[in-house]
């Protein structure tokens, strides 16, 4: 087990010569699945289907029996030049609970870093103006060694009727933190010496108001660097394979157990 730490490290120490700068066509290519996932959702929601469960009938029985779910999503096939993008979806159901409570929860943004310790270490609500909100969030994640990064957020509440409201957050900045065992937690590594950990975050909450609680479909569409099977992404804590779907499993969890009965 030393053997296979040292060569980690080794293998790190190689790769932080080598910096990679996010390309254009690398963001085109997620904006454009992020446009074709928005227009899914809306194309479902006009049928009926406000929910992706609403179309898959065995999971929403298992999820209202208090059991959480989440799935690897694809709404298209696309190309990524030098990027990798991944879509997760989580459910929890919030027996007794209203919308507005749960609405109310996951706009409090700057008690994020208290609602989910294992994801954000810090959280500050920067600006509001009606509906729009802007938010700073400092994702945390260690195994063999801690990788930090500082996002700031704009996010947009919208309620469609009394039943049915949904939360669309966008990363408008993620930068990676220069030294993460050190403060300031500020100073960040310049564009080209990044690493690619994570480039693009978009998530959305879809809340629906039904069968004596609420529905909480969480679903997260991230961008990060096309590392192969040797990046650093993945040799020292699995970052770019397990953020996003650790992400969507622990903020379903977390809201379970803040919003549990007698909470």
């Known amino acids: 087990m030393d053997l296979i730490r ?19 066509e690398t963001v085109q290519a997620y904006d454009r699945y992020v446009k074709l996932t928005e227009t899914e959702s809306r194309e479902r929601s006009a049928k009926g289907a ?16 208090n059991q959480n779910f989440t799935t690897t999503h694809r709404t298209v096939e696309i190309e990524v030049p030098n990027g990798v993008i991944q879509d997760w979806i989580g459910e929890v159901f919030l027996p007794g609970m209203t919308i507005e409570r749960v609405r109310d929860v996951l706009l409090d943004f700057a008690r994020y870093k208290e609602f989910f310790p294992s994801e954000v270490a810090e959280s500050r609500l920067e600006k509001r103006d009606g509906d729009h909100f802007e ?17 700031k957020c704009s996010v947009q509440y919208e309620a469609q009727d009394p039943l049915h409201v949904s939360i669309a957050a966008r990363s408008t900045h993620i930068g990676e933190v220069r030294n993460p065992s050190k403060k300031p937690y500020e100073e960040e590594q310049p564009a080209e010496s990044e690493y690619g950990f994570l480039w693009r975050l978009t998530w959305y909450w879809r809340l629906e108001q039904a069968d004596g609680g609420v529905y909480a479909e969480l679903e997260v569409v991230s961008l990060s660097k096309d590392e192969g099977l040797l990046g650093r992404g993945r040799l020292m804590n699995g970052f770019v394979d397990r953020f996003s779907k650790e992400f969507t499993e622990d903020m379903t969890e977390r809201m379970r157990r803040l919003l549990a009965p007698g909470h």
């Open 6 to 24: 040292r060569w980690c490290i080794w293998l790190f120490a190689l790769g932080s010569l080598h910096g990679f700068e996010l390309q254009p």
């Open 135 to 151: 938010a700073f969030l400092r994702f945390s994640k260690r195994q063999i060694r801690k990788v930090m990064l500082n996002a």
């Open 50 to 65: 406000y929910l992706w469960l609403d179309q898959h009938k065995r999971e929403k029985s298992l999820v209202w029996l």
